[in-house]
């Protein structure tokens, strides 16, 4: 007997787990979160296709945050890490090929962005935009600084904890997602209203990667795991018996 | 049978926050040592079918735009194929992408995709829907990614068999998934975030 997988339709989104739209200690969502039912139907090949990337979109230290953006010879200031993880289904299955796009602050905790009026100071041998295409099995890698937390216009004295956004498309396009990476240990986490709208400690415990002593490259770079869960399919087996069994 | 492997919880989602261009479009917000931006252009020579505009605001519910969003398109091409790998109906267009990322311009808060009237694909029990695009968007105060549709207001016969148009149960609320015909090739397709036009948002 052998068995053949078929993908079904996706695996509805756990809403209770994901984060609510409106959550007021967050004041921007307030005025940008929708009120009605969400219209709930199955997902059709719109959503089950999801556009291709190849290696060939990717320059040589698009991975790599501490070289990309600084003058030869140089490198951004800050503690250096790499972080390295798989980007999965939900039924445990690793993703190759697909886009992971990340983004940060430097290690002042200050953007490269023309509306980030923070006065730390930018770092001029640091952008805070790079991106990788998974390889086989999922995983993916990247070096750059540890970003610094940072101050933001929301309660009066908010502070995010040192984070790196990221962004994942997947195999199909209902698995889209955008999110954040905390590190372990910061005490700005519990603190923060962005980290609360998450329902659980276990969600936000997702959300945060530990060292990973493993992958530290001794007087050189520490290292952070990482892994994203994205959205799976149902998969249906058919058992395909041999004639006269 | 039907099962799951592996019960993971999907990662759960965090705002895009208000520099989701460093990431996502660094060309649109400063130089960036990309040498374009993914997803700016949809059409890399010349393509099958009617080429279109799509362009719109995203609005809050005082009724501003939003000047920090991000829009993503996904959409087949003119024949109704995806250009993707598991795309198994036919070859689609080798010149569309299929894909399109758009921000809201800074000041105005006006996006714009150039891109091709999408054929139909079968939906749910193999029943052709209406011509659509698959619509994302993301921005500070968004929590979790907003999937829609855009249909198209010209498309009334195609629309009225469409079988997703025809489970929304408050028919008024149809014409905020309409793309708004404004002349030849040119859409337009406004998105509310709130307010007595919110669109209607999807959980697929
Ligand atoms: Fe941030």
Same mark, same amino acid.
């Given at each position: 007997?052998?068995?053949?997988?078929?993908?079904?339709?996706?695996?509805?989104?756990?809403?209770?787990?994901?984060?609510?739209?409106?959550?007021?200690?967050? *004041?921007?969502?307030? *005025?940008?979160?929708?009120?009605?039912?969400?219209?709930?139907?199955?997902?059709?090949?719109?959503?089950?296709?999801?556009?291709?990337?190849?290696?060939?979109?990717?320059?040589?230290?698009?991975?790599?945050?501490?070289?990309?953006?600084?003058?030869?010879?140089?490198?951004?200031?800050?503690?250096?890490?790499?972080?390295?993880?798989?980007?999965?289904?939900?039924?445990?299955?690793?993703?190759?090929?697909?886009?992971?796009?990340?983004?940060?602050?430097?290690?002042?905790?200050?953007?490269?962005?023309?509306?980030?009026?923070?006065?730390?100071?930018?770092?001029?041998?640091?952008?805070?935009?790079?991106?990788?295409?998974?390889?086989?099995?999922?995983?993916?890698?990247?070096?750059?600084?540890?970003?610094?937390?940072?101050?933001?216009?929301?309660?009066?004295?908010?502070?995010?904890?040192?984070?790196?956004?990221?962004?994942?498309?997947?195999?199909?396009?209902?698995?889209?997602?955008?999110?954040?990476?905390?590190?372990?240990?910061?005490?700005?986490?519990?603190?923060?209203?962005?980290?609360?709208?998450?329902?659980?400690?276990?969600?936000?415990?997702?959300?945060?990667?530990?060292?990973?002593?493993?992958?530290?490259?001794?007087?050189?770079?520490?290292?952070?795991?990482?892994?994203?869960?994205?959205?799976?399919?149902?998969?249906?087996?058919?058992?395909?018996?041999?004639?006269?069994? | 049978?039907?099962?799951? =492997?592996?019960?993971?919880?999907?990662?759960?989602?965090? %705002?895009?926050?208000?520099?989701?261009?460093?990431?996502?479009?660094?060309?649109?917000?400063?130089?960036?040592?990309?040498?374009?931006?993914?997803?700016? %252009?949809?059409?890399?020579?010349? #393509?099958?079918?009617?080429?279109?505009?799509? $362009?719109?605001?995203?609005?809050?519910?005082?009724?501003?735009?939003?000047?920090?969003?991000?829009?993503?398109?996904?959409?087949?091409?003119?024949?109704?194929?995806?250009?993707? !790998?598991?795309? %198994?109906?036919?070859?689609?267009?080798?010149?569309?992408? +299929?894909? +399109?990322?758009?921000?809201?311009?800074?000041? !105005?808060?006006?996006?714009?995709?150039?891109? $091709?009237?999408?054929?139909? #694909?079968?939906?749910?029990?193999?029943?052709?829907?209406?011509?659509?695009? !698959?619509?994302?968007? $993301?921005?500070? +105060?968004?929590?979790?990614? =907003?999937?829609? &549709?855009?249909?198209?207001?010209?498309?009334?016969?195609?629309?009225?068999?469409?079988?997703?148009?025809?489970?929304?149960?408050?028919?008024? &609320?149809?014409?905020?998934? =309409?793309?708004?015909?404004? +002349? $030849?090739?040119?859409?337009?397709?406004?998105?509310? =975030?709130?307010?007595?036009?919110? !669109?209607?948002?999807?959980?697929?």
């Amino acid at each position: 007997m052998s068995l053949s997988v078929q993908k079904g339709k996706f695996i509805p989104r756990d809403r209770e787990w994901q984060p609510e739209a409106l959550t007021p200690a967050y *004041k921007s969502s307030v *005025k940008r979160s929708p009120q009605a039912a969400l219209l709930s139907f199955p997902s059709t090949l719109s959503e089950e296709t999801s556009p291709i990337f190849n290696n060939n979109i990717l320059g040589p230290l698009d991975n790599d945050l501490i070289f990309n953006h600084a003058k030869p010879g140089e490198s951004a200031i800050g503690a250096r890490i790499i972080v390295h993880g798989q980007i999965l289904d939900e039924n445990g299955i690793g993703i190759p090929d697909t886009l992971v796009e990340f983004w940060q602050a430097n290690a002042g905790g200050r953007y490269r962005h023309k509306n980030d009026r923070y006065l730390a100071n930018l770092d001029p041998n640091f952008g805070g935009c790079g991106r990788t295409i998974t390889a086989e099995n999922g995983f993916y890698e990247f070096r750059t600084i540890q970003p610094g937390p940072y101050p933001w216009p929301n309660g009066g004295n908010d502070w995010r904890p040192a984070h790196i956004h990221f962004s994942i498309f997947g195999y199909g396009f209902v698995q889209r997602l955008i999110t954040q990476m905390y590190f372990e240990g910061d005490p700005h986490i519990k603190l923060c209203p962005i980290v609360n709208s998450l329902t659980s400690k276990e969600a936000v415990d997702a959300l945060t990667a530990p060292l990973d002593m493993k992958r530290t490259i001794p007087m050189n770079c520490r290292a952070f795991k990482f892994n994203i869960v994205l959205r799976g399919r149902h998969q249906t087996y058919f058992e395909n018996r041999k004639e006269g069994l | 049978m039907t099962e799951r =492997l592996n019960n993971l919880k999907e990662s759960p989602s965090q %705002t895009a926050g208000p520099y989701v261009h460093i990431g996502c479009t660094p060309n649109f917000s400063s130089k960036s040592s990309y040498s374009y931006d993914l997803g700016k %252009t949809m059409k890399i020579g010349p #393509v099958l079918g009617e080429e279109i505009t799509i $362009v719109g605001y995203v609005f809050d519910g005082a009724g501003a735009p939003l000047c920090d969003a991000m829009i993503e398109i996904w959409q087949p091409d003119a024949a109704g194929l995806f250009p993707a !790998t598991n795309e %198994t109906r036919g070859i689609a267009d080798p010149n569309f992408m +299929g894909w +399109g990322r758009s921000t809201s311009d800074m000041n !105005t808060g006006e996006f714009i995709f150039e891109t $091709v009237k999408p054929g139909t #694909v079968p939906g749910p029990d193999g029943v052709m829907q209406a011509p659509h695009i !698959t619509v994302w968007v $993301v921005a500070r +105060g968004i929590n979790i990614g =907003l999937h829609t &549709r855009i249909y198209f207001n010209d498309e009334t016969i195609a629309n009225s068999l469409d079988p997703i148009l025809s489970q929304i149960k408050n028919q008024k &609320r149809v014409e905020t998934l =309409l793309a708004l015909k404004k +002349g $030849v090739g040119r859409y337009q397709f406004d998105i509310h =975030l709130q307010g007595p036009h919110e !669109t209607i948002f999807f959980d697929i």
